[in-house]
């Protein structure tokens, strides 16, 4: 090919709109690499890959989303385990051995994030798993409390790579009238994964012992690593279309060609810009700021609850060590109803837009027949739960209310993570990431309390303080609906 003939493959089409932003917008030339025409048509395009190909990506992001939130619970029934082989007798040490995974949730996406925007997503996915495994096996080696801990730390900062990243793997693929559906079943890892742990975790440290639920987190985890490598390819177009560019460079010599999307700021410039990019969304957009802390307060006192359901259901109920488990089920028995409910739901007024000709805009993904029940659900189950283990009703009242917090709690973690995937569309990781940072320090840091808490106010009212914290911020989504564009508008950052 002569050098100075630009390739039919790279010549300008226009830029979709989803993906116009200040950091890409380049001035057009010959050499400009984008998707082939017909761009709709281009087998390059992740959104143009065939629904096998997408479902398979999905998938295997969704089961990492859901393997590595896992961890962080299912090592919950073995800790009296572990206090006993380390000679401790330490209770606030017994909580934050469980929790200080997710403190390395709260710090992952602060580093994850700006890498995956900078330098793609499937390499941060692979190296990530592989490190997710490394420090599973070293947990289940410790040989000392110190040592677990710290090993547990690491474990959660390298395995919030697929929670921190999915979002944005998930737009990079399905068109936004379709976000929804896709999105609804990725959540189910952050809060399905802490359900499901202590109740595998129970039986098997039951039959074998504490250091078997990390060889188990580990010959799973290498599993599907192995299969993430194969089966999940980079998605991201800003390192598509570069790596095309790449090709066309070395086939013609021509050193003129260049993505669409590469940036023109320096590449030292970028990465320090992408590193500083989710702590700037969090405190300077409002939108991220007042989203991501609803979300961490009621991620906080979802795990706040959870703290309690060893001591009721043994200590009331008269449950089994295993059997104890097997409480946290109607927390995930509610989030199964809501997961439907939204997924059914969220993409309704998307698709009646578009139906209509008109616009769909980010705070379509809040509508009213979702938050309000959601927002509302929080602190009604908050109630029942509190009252009825006070008054030591029967166990499945308690459980009706658990229930009833899970719907409510995937009702408004999707709406709202699907909201600010479509409002900050080519920066969706970074994002998702600022709420995820503030959502897994509350969810570390406030069960540390949260015993004292219902030492001092009893089952009752403790989880009646929730409520009514639970209650006043609910007014938070239904009120972004209405006003949320206006803020998006004027209120913008430079990312």
Not at 82 to 92: H, V, Y
Request: some cysteine.
């Amino acid at each position: 090919m002569d050098a100075k003939s630009p390739d039919p493959e790279a010549q300008s089409v226009k830029l979709p709109d989803e993906k116009v932003n200040e950091e890409h917008t380049a001035h057009t030339s010959e050499y400009d690499v984008f998707w082939a025409e017909p761009e709709n048509e281009d087998p390059e395009k992740p959104m143009n890959w065939s629904s096998t190909r997408k479902w398979t990506i999905i998938g295997m992001v969704s089961f990492i989303t859901f393997l590595t939130p896992l961890a962080s619970s299912m090592f919950a029934p073995g800790i009296s385990q572990a206090l006993e082989d380390f000679d401790s007798t330490s209770n606030m040490l017994a909580t934050f051995v469980v929790s200080v995974y997710v403190l390395g949730f709260a710090f992952g996406p602060l580093i994850i994030a700006p890498f995956s925007e900078y330098s793609g997503r499937a390499w941060v996915y692979n190296v990530c798993n592989v490190l997710f495994v490394i420090f599973n096996i070293a947990s289940a080696l410790a040989p000392n409390m110190a040592s677990l801990i710290i090993f547990r730390f690491l474990d959660g900062f390298a395995g919030v790579a697929a929670v921190t990243c999915g979002s944005g793997t998930i737009a990079d693929l399905v068109p936004r009238e379709k976000r929804g559906q896709a999105m609804a079943i990725w959540s189910l890892g952050p809060l399905f994964g802490p359900i499901i742990g202590p109740v595998v975790g129970g039986f098997l440290v039951e039959a074998t012992n504490w250091r078997w639920v990390f060889w188990v987190l580990a010959i799973a985890g290498g599993v599907a690593s192995i299969v993430f490598f194969f089966a999940v390819p980079e998605t991201y177009a800003p390192i598509i279309l570069e790596r095309k560019a790449a090709r066309l460079r070395k086939s013609t010599g021509n050193t003129a060609y260049k993505s669409r999307l590469q940036s023109d700021i320096p590449p030292k410039q970028l990465f320090i810009r992408s590193l500083i990019r989710p702590s700037k969304m969090l405190v300077l957009s409002p939108i991220v700021a007042l989203m991501s802390t609803y979300i961490a307060v009621l991620y906080g006192f979802l795990y706040i609850l959870f703290t309690t359901f060893t001591i009721v259901f043994e200590g009331q109920y008269d449950f089994s060590a295993s059997a104890s488990g097997l409480s946290f089920l109607g927390s995930g028995v509610g989030m199964l109803l809501g997961i439907a409910c939204v997924g059914t739901l969220s993409d309704r007024k998307i698709r009646i837009k578009l139906e209509r000709k008109e616009t769909p805009i980010p705070e379509d993904r809040l509508p009213m027949y979702l938050t309000i029940p959601g927002s509302l659900a929080i602190p009604a189950g908050l109630f029942i739960y509190g009252w009825s283990t006070d008054k030591m009703v029967h166990w499945i009242v308690p459980e009706i209310g658990n229930a009833v917090t899970g719907f409510g709690m995937i009702n408004i973690l999707m709406c709202v993570q699907t909201y600010l995937v479509d409002a900050f569309l080519a920066h969706a990781a970074s994002a998702v990431a600022a709420c995820t940072v503030l959502r897994s320090l509350l969810g570390a840091l406030l069960p540390l309390c949260g015993l004292q808490l219902y030492e001092k106010l009893g089952l009752g009212w403790g989880n009646s303080l929730l409520a009514f914290l639970a209650l006043v911020m609910a007014p938070i989504p239904i009120l972004f609906e209405t006003w949320g564009e206006r803020l998006r508008t004027k209120w913008t950052i430079d990312l």
